[in-house]
């Protein structure tokens, strides 16, 4: 991963940690706590990719799995973060933006369900079963009502400043060129052409004028030389 992208995830990952375990898992509201910490990774996995979300989302997860109050196996967490950053980021669009709001909330919608049942079913697999007695429908209900709330103020704020440190690439001058712009990268380019071009119609604007110039003197004096001959006749 690019150091730009670890100084911002890092953090990100932290505070949504300490705001999920210190204020969202006391609100002891029905169901599932509010994921905090998935939207986050989802919302870096849409600007970095399968590659960078489950990057993320390993470690993230494996923070949550060693953050207190912690009931859990370690790594269990991990894996499915892992899985859902991986996911996450196979989404990312070639040009690198979203056009639409759509596919990011089904997104999240999909990482919600998703998360719950392989949460629930990796507990399974290492003898965890509170999500038994919970049930895994009323689970499933809860996470995603949760999750879609949150996602408005959570995602695209991730995105924003994901898409802020996320280095372009150069063009020929060394200035970076701002994405969705096309041949924008390349104004200089047109630039300089301009300056030239103009630069050249006025040589040829001025040189014209002096052949233009030099043209009336010639027809002037012909003219004169003319009427100078009728008028010589005239007199004669």
């Not at 919600?112 to 007695?133: F, P």
């Not at 020929?172 to 060129?177: E, H, K, Q, R």
Request: proline share 5%; with cysteine.
């Amino acid at each position: 991963m690019r150091i730009n992208r670890i100084l911002l995830s890092a953090p990100l990952v932290v505070v949504a940690l300490v705001i999920q375990v210190t204020i969202l898992a006391r609100l002891q509201l029905p169901g599932a706590v509010p994921d905090l910490l998935l939207l986050v990774v989802v919302g870096l996995a849409l600007v970095y990719g399968h590659v960078g979300g489950a990057l993320v989302g390993f470690f993230a997860g494996l923070l949550a799995d060693l953050a207190p109050p912690s009931d859990h196996a370690i790594g269990r967490y991990a894996l499915v973060l892992c899985v859902i950053g991986y996911a996450a980021g196979l989404t990312k669009p070639e040009s690198g933006r979203h056009r639409s709001a759509t596919l990011p909330l089904i997104v999240v919608i999909g990482a919600a369900i998703v998360s719950t049942v392989m949460y629930a079913g990796v507990g399974a697999l290492v003898g965890d079963t509170a999500a038994r007695h919970v049930g895994i429908v009323g689970l499933l209900l809860s996470a995603t009502l949760y999750d879609l709330l949150l996602a408005p103020f959570v995602v695209p704020l991730v995105m924003a400043l994901a898409r802020r440190t996320e280095g372009e690439p150069l063009t020929g001058d060394g200035s970076s060129s701002p994405s969705g712009s096309g041949t924008s990268g390349y104004g200089w380019l047109t630039t300089g052409t301009g300056l030239k071009a103009s630069r050249g119609a006025m040589k040829s604007v001025r040189s014209g004028a002096r052949i233009g110039s030099q043209r009336g003197g010639l027809l002037g004096k012909s003219a004169r030389d003319k009427v100078g001959r009728i008028k010589g006749v005239k007199r004669l």
